[in-house]
């Protein structure tokens, strides 16, 4: 076949009757035709799969229009990518390209059509475009289902698809752990919110194995911040509660206060994955009498809700290791636990129901319905492993309480009866001597 001079190339358009000497015929099973006029030596020189059709050595090459005919069959949904791949051949320059992707689903489409007809410096065009660009969700999910058929050159599209190793796995994870407890300015919170959620989400285990398996060297730091983090904020709870002259005003403390309870019971949820719960355990018992006087202290005009809740949060993280033996503790500690959190409880929970059943306007209060039941439970379990008189004094504490609707100490109590009604009977069946 003989190839025009130059000037004919450049007189050359695809759809001219008058110059073509082939006919592309595009077919679907749903009945679609299209005839396109087109130029073999054109088709020839970008095409492999024309480059083979219009050989001498295909076998049949149909006649239409007094043209050779190469029909093509292909899907409905591809027809149109088809005929942009032929215009393509024409003007087949990245700037071309780029146009006629209009984003990346018409650039795949391009690229799917461009691999099946062989087309290298298509291929290499929407490749390049679709490894620059940004990809939504759903585009991202096709990409995956297109590009892994396509060999080698299409490979560097999935290049941000890859996973990354360990180091650097590590690297961000302690970098974001440190933002996320580093109480950036208020300018930041959303940033802040933002580490904090992925941090979690690297650790949690789901469809997936968690991102990251933590060493000890990684728990160190991870305990490092979060202490870090405690003692700024008991720091705050010292100021809060002597009343010292700072320039901070008592809104802007109680405002960084509820920010780092916030933190504080995000902190926890990493812990409780790291199984590192202990330390915070001890230094959440040994701030608690300056936590609740904190509260007491706030003046009647402060709204402080936000942060009994987020008290109410880390308290239940905090009793339940204790409350089923994960955390072993001595019973002075238990005993005081019991003694500061349940009178707190008693008052918080009506004060934090009726601010949710009221619907109070710009109340951020997001309570989890199982929260309450689960520090009830955690109360029962650790008063019914105290010592029996430390059991009486709490339950009499409860008998007599406004409150007794909440923690509900029924079944502490009906266990501490019957204990005690049958001590001495079973205490002697056993050769045990009463003290």
Not at 107 to 131: F, H, K, M, T, W
Not at 338 to 362: N, Q, S, T, Y
Request: hydrophobic letters at 40%; one cysteine or more.
């Amino acid at each position: 076949m003989e190839s025009p001079d130059n000037k004919t190339r450049a007189l050359c358009r695809i759809g001219d009757r008058s110059t073509s000497d082939v006919v592309v015929r595009l077919r679907t099973q749903e009945g679609r035709d299209e005839w396109v006029y087109c130029h073999s030596y054109v088709l020839i020189s970008n095409s492999k799969y024309f480059s083979d059709r219009l050989s001498e050595n295909w076998p049949t090459c149909q006649i239409l229009d007094s043209r050779n005919c190469v029909e093509v069959y292909c899907q409905e949904c591809d027809l149109d990518y088809h005929i942009n791949v032929l215009r393509l051949f024409y003007d087949i320059n990245v700037c071309s390209v780029t146009d006629m992707c209009h984003g990346v689903r018409n650039a795949l489409g391009v690229l799917r059509v461009a691999n099946e007809l062989g087309c290298p410096q298509i291929i290499a065009s929407c490749v390049d475009y679709l490894e620059a660009v940004s990809w939504e969700e759903t585009e991202e999910e096709e990409i995956l289902r297109t590009i892994p058929g396509m060999g080698s050159q299409a490979e560097p599209i999935l290049a941000r698809l890859q996973p990354v190793n360990t180091t650097a796995i590590v690297r961000i994870f302690l970098a974001a752990i440190r933002f996320a407890t580093s109480s950036p300015c208020p300018s930041l919170t959303d940033l802040k919110t933002s580490a904090q959620e992925q941090l979690e989400y690297m650790l949690t285990e789901d469809d997936d194995v968690p991102l990251l398996t933590a060493d000890d060297q990684i728990k160190s730091e991870v305990s490092e911040c979060v202490n870090s983090l405690f003692t700024r904020f008991t720091t705050l709870l010292e100021s809060l509660v002597c009343k010292t002259e700072e320039p901070v005003s008592e809104t802007g403390k109680l405002q960084l206060f509820q920010s780092y309870l916030t933190d504080l019971s995000w902190a926890c949820q990493i812990l409780v994955k790291l199984e590192i719960m202990r330390e915070f355990i001890m230094k959440w018992m040994e701030a608690s009498d300056n936590i609740v006087k904190a509260v007491d202290q706030a003046s009647p005009e402060a709204d402080i809700l936000e942060s009994r809740l987020k008290i109410v949060e880390i308290t239940a993280k905090i009793l339940e290791p204790m409350a089923y033996g994960t955390i072993i503790l001595p019973t002075a500690k238990r005993l005081k636990m019991v003694k500061v959190w349940l009178p707190f409880m008693r008052i918080a929970k009506p004060l934090i129901d009726a601010a949710l059943a009221d619907g109070e306007e710009g109340l951020a209060l997001k309570m989890d319905g199982e929260l309450w039941q689960s520090l009830e439970s955690a109360f029962v379990s650790i008063i019914l492993a105290l010592p029996s008189g430390d059991q009486a004094e709490i339950l009499t504490g409860w008998l007599q309480n406004e409150h007794i609707r909440y923690p509900d100490l029924t079944e502490a109590f009906e266990v501490w009866c019957y204990r005690s009604k049958v001590a001495k009977r079973r205490l002697a069946s056993f050769g045990v001597s009463i003290v």
